[in-house]
C-alpha cells in the first residue's frame, strides 16, 4: 500500500521546520540504509541577493535553477531558470558560496552549473534551454572535463 504525504509552505521561515518533519515522516517509512542512499541534505540551498537600493527585496535563489554567473565589472549576474539576476559582489565571493559538486568556473569571469552543459568544446561550452556559449580556458579545461565524467 502507498503512502503519500502532503505539505504546504507558505514561507522561507517554515522550510526548515518542514524538512526535519519530512525527514521524521521519512524515517517511519524507509530503513536507514534506504535513507542514506537515496537522501542528500545539502546545506546550502539557495545564493541570498541583498537589496541594493531601497526599492528592491531579499532574494532567494535555489542553486539548481542557476544556469551560469557571469562576472560583469564589479557586479555579477546570473542567469537561472526563474529569471536573471545582479548582485554587487565578486564572482570569487559566490564561488565560495556554490555548492562545488554542481558549480565549477570555467573562466575567468564565468560559473557554470555542470548539470546544465549541453556540449563541451576545446575552447568553449553550450549551457542547456539558453544556447549560451561560453569561453573555457585552457588552465580550467582538464578540471571540466574530470567533473563532467564522474
Given amino acids: 500500500m502507498k503512502k503519500r504525504v502532503i505539505f504546504d509552505i507558505y514561507s522561507d521561515e517554515n522550510y526548515e521546520d518542514l ?3 519530512l525527514q521524521e515522516v521519512v524515517c517511519d517509512y524507509l530503513s536507514s540504509q534506504q535513507i ?3 537522501c542528500q541534505v545539502r546545506e546550502n540551498r ?3 541577493i541583498h537589496p541594493h537600493r531601497k526599492k528592491e527585496v531579499l532574494t532567494k535563489i535555489l ?7 557571469e562576472k560583469a565589472r564589479h557586479k555579477v549576474n546570473i542567469y537561472t531558470s526563474v ?4 548582485i554587487y559582489t565578486s564572482l570569487k ?3 565560495e558560496e556554490l555548492d ?3 558549480f565549477i568556473r570555467v573562466h575567468q569571469g564565468y560559473i ?11 575552447k568553449q561550452l553550450i549551457v542547456n534551454k539558453c544556447d549560451k556559449v561560453i569561453p573555457v580556458s585552457r588552465r580550467n579545461l582538464a578540471k571540466l572535463k574530470r567533473a563532467l565524467e564522474q
Fill in 36 to 38: 542514506n542512499a537515496t
Fill in 112 to 122: 557554470v552549473n555542470i548539470n546544465e552543459i549541453a556540449v563541451l568544446g576545446n
Fill in 83 to 86: 529569471g536573471d539576476y545582479t
Fill in 100 to 102: 562545488p559538486e554542481t
Fill in 63 to 69: 542553486q539548481d535553477d542557476v544556469y551560469y554567473l
Fill in 19 to 21: 524538512e526535519n518533519n
Fill in 93 to 95: 565571493a559566490l564561488e
Fill in 46 to 48: 539557495y545564493i541570498t
